[in-house]
Structures are given as C-alpha cells and as structure tokens.
C-alpha cells in the first residue's frame, strides 16, 4: 500500500517536472507579428501583408491567430490581405503549435493593431464656382509624409450604373504634391482623387465624388425650377426640368444633412422631375446628361410651414429667384404664407441688416449691382422665413477678353510682315527681269566654286529624293536645286513654288 503510493507521487513529481521543463521550452518562445509593408494605418484598398515570425529553434509549426477582426486570417505563418477592408481592422496575435506534437505550443504573440480608413477624403474649394475662376482640389490622406503619389480625376456620370466613372486630368497621375489646381473651370464639375504608395505601388480606393457649382447658364444642360424660388414649404411639390441636346439624363443632389449625392426624384413625367419635398431635402440639385455633361446647380431650401413652437401659426417663406441675376435687371422679393403672398407689411433684411420696414409687401429694385448680392429674408408679424442666398451675375468681358486682347496685335503683327514680304519679293522679282539671269548667272558662278558640294550630288543622281526635301520647304535644297537645273539645262517646271517658277520666267 505504502509502495504503491510513494511510486505514484514519485511518478505523478516525474510528470510534472517533464510538463513543466517541457512548457519552459517553449513557453519561453513569444512569436512576433510583423506588418509588411510595416503600415499599422492603411485604407482601403491598399495590399498588406501580416506575418508571424517564431524565432528559436529548427522546429516545424503550424500557425494559429487570434483576432478580433470580421475576416479572419488562415492558419498560416503569413496573412497578406490583397485589397484591404474596413473587415480587416482589428488586434491580431498569433501562436505556433510544434508540428511534430500539436499539444506543445509557443506563447501568444504580443498583439498588434491594424487598422484600415474607409477612402482618402478630396475637398474642393470653392464649392461655388464663378466662371472661369481657379478650382483647388485636395486629396486628404493621414501621414503625408508616408511617401503619397496622388491620382486625379475628373467623374463623368455613367447613367446605367447610377455612378460615375473616372477620367484621369491631365497631368493628374501620381502628382507628389497632395493638391491640384484646375485653372479656368467654368460648369459645374465633379473630381475624385485617390492616392499610392509603396514599392511596388499599392492604391487606396477612390474618393468620394465632390462638386465645384457653377451657376453659369452657358452650359449645354440647362436645368429650370418651378416654383421658380429657393425657398419651398415641406410637401409642396417641386419640379425640375432639364433640357439638352440629349435623350438621357438624372437630376442630382447634395442635401445638406448628407453630403453624399444621390438622384431625388420621385417621379419622372416626361422630361421633369418631380421633388415632394421632405424637409432634409434642402441642398444643392443639379442636372447630368447621359453624354456626361453637367447643368448649373441651383440652392432649394424646404421649411415647415409652421414652427414646433407655435404649431398654429404659420411661418412664411421668401421669394427669391433660383438662378443668378444678371447686373443691371430688376428683381422683386416677397415674403409667402402657405400659397398667399402677403401684401402689405413685410420686413426685409439683406446680410440681417433691416432695409425695409414700411407697408409694402414687395422689395423691389430696379437695377440690382453686385452690392445687392447676400442672403435675404423677409419678416411678417413677428414670423421670420428663412434666409436665403440671393446672387448677382457682373457682366465682364474678362474670359474671352484676354485671349482678344492680345490676338489683334498678332494679327497686326502678322499683316505688316506679311505684307513687306510681298513687297520684298516683288522688288526682288523686278530687280532680276531687269538684269535677266543675272541672279542665276550669279548663283551658278558661286556653284562652280564649290563643286564637291554633296547636296548638289545628291541632286544629280537622285532627282526625286530631292524633290521629296523640297515639299519639306528647305530654303537650302531649294536653292541648290535651282542651281543645279540650271547648270544641266533642264527647263521643266516643279509644282508647288510659285517663287521657283516666277524666276524660271
Ligand atoms: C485555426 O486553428 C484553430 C485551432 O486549431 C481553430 O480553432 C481555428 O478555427 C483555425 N482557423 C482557421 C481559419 O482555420
Ligand atoms: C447657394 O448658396 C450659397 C450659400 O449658401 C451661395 O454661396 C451660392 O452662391 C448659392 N448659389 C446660387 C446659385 O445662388
């Protein structure tokens, strides 16, 4: 009985002894799990390689990782995530697990953080556009100085996939500079910008589409509101027209409370569509042809009619128009209760500064100026609308003006040589009727001179070649040509030269 006990604990000390110098072997192996390249803040879209590395011993393991990421890597010493996701973020830690006994195990690596941004933010600036004026685009990514190359896009709609596609701008591939600037834009216009980096160069997804507006009525998609105004009540009815050289075509927006753009009619008769307006609706619309061109954009604004604090009374709105005004047109701005317009006592305000508090219901001017530009809004009873933007269009001559400017001068330029060309040539041509061959007499003397001359070899022998340099307009071949016809006697006439034939004579 005492045997048998003392040889149990004797063996059960002798076990775990091998346990524990056994768990010592490789407990003291801690693997590490290494990035590669070594990026713990990538995006989307980018390639990433996560690896698990056991140093110690020749020994054969099979990998195990532990992470709390949506996809989950495979039981393998490497990981590399070939377009990476926001599924992909996560702590990742790995174990090995000897091949040659599957209960004998390393430690749990230390754990490290991967984490994957959604797509590089672009901002572009202005948002509202004045024809012909500069547009900057910025491609946002985090660390900038992790050696970016940026990519840069013009969108173009693609109707049938309800996106866009992207175009390249010139000069628009893998610029070092995170900006880039458009110079002379003048419709309304979407950019896309996406950004690389690495050996070989991995690229993040595409940005969001971002909008410069242009208000610019000379594009080739013209877009008209009715009610013509900016500022509409929740649950009118608003219709959109777009017109163009074009059988398709989508009306667009960038509501206020989204910036992200998506098509907002709920219901297309014939060529209009129709906004039953939520309040979120209020934002920027615009219209984009199948052909990929864009209409000016308009501001819609949609109010309650009536303020969660005095549910009965009714707030009005401001009628302004939806499109610039040209400088010099007259305007009128009222102030609308439900369908009514109020006639008499109406406040108005520009920029907030009260201009007009008498018993008209109209703000009239007669000729707007561009210091009439700002919000509005209008004031009645104590009940105040909403403001809204009111813009002024100056007339300049300033985009076609400096390439005109500068092209009659040039032009000037061009006659005067022109004409004292003519009038060398044919004082050229008189001087040798007047002395008969004298010119050529002259030329051949020159020749003789000089008769190892290759180009005049190359005459004799080859015609046709050298009628090939002439078409080229060579002043040199020309010359010689003649020369050498003249010296062989040959009286045929080459096409082509007036000056050649006219000394023939
Ligand atoms: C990796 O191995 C562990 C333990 O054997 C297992 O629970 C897990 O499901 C395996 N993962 C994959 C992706 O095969
Ligand atoms: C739309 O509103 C913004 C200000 O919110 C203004 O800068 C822009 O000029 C307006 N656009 C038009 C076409 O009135």
Redesign the pocket.
Known sequence: MMGHSLLCTAGFFLLTTVICAYAEVTASIRPVVTLHPNWSEIYRGETITVRCEIHGGDTEWDY??ETNSII????QTEYRISSASSFNSGNYRCKGRMKSSQNKTTEWSDSVTLTVFDNPVLTVSPSWLSPGASVTLNCEVKHPSAGWSFYWYKAVPALSEKSYSYKLLPDGSGTAQDSYIIHGQTHTAGYVCRAGRGDPEYHTDHSQPKFVWSADVNSAVSLTVSPDRVQHFLSDSLSLTCKGNFTEWRVMTVLQRNPSYYNNCWLMIGSTCIIHTLVSDTGVYWCESGSGEFSRAVNITVVQKNSIYYPYDYVPILVSPVHPLTEGASVSLSCSLTTQKILSNVFFYHNDKLIQNDTRGELNISAVSKSDEGFYKCQYSGRESAQSWMSVKVITVTVSGTDSSSSPVWLMVGLVCGVSLIIILLLLLYRCRQSKYSCFTRSIQSESHSPGSSTNHGVNQNETHEYGSLQHGTANVYESIKQVKNRNGEHHKPEGSAFYINVQM
Request: without cysteine; hydrophobic residues 15%; proline residues 33%.
């Open positions: 195990e990782w989950k890597p495979p039981n």
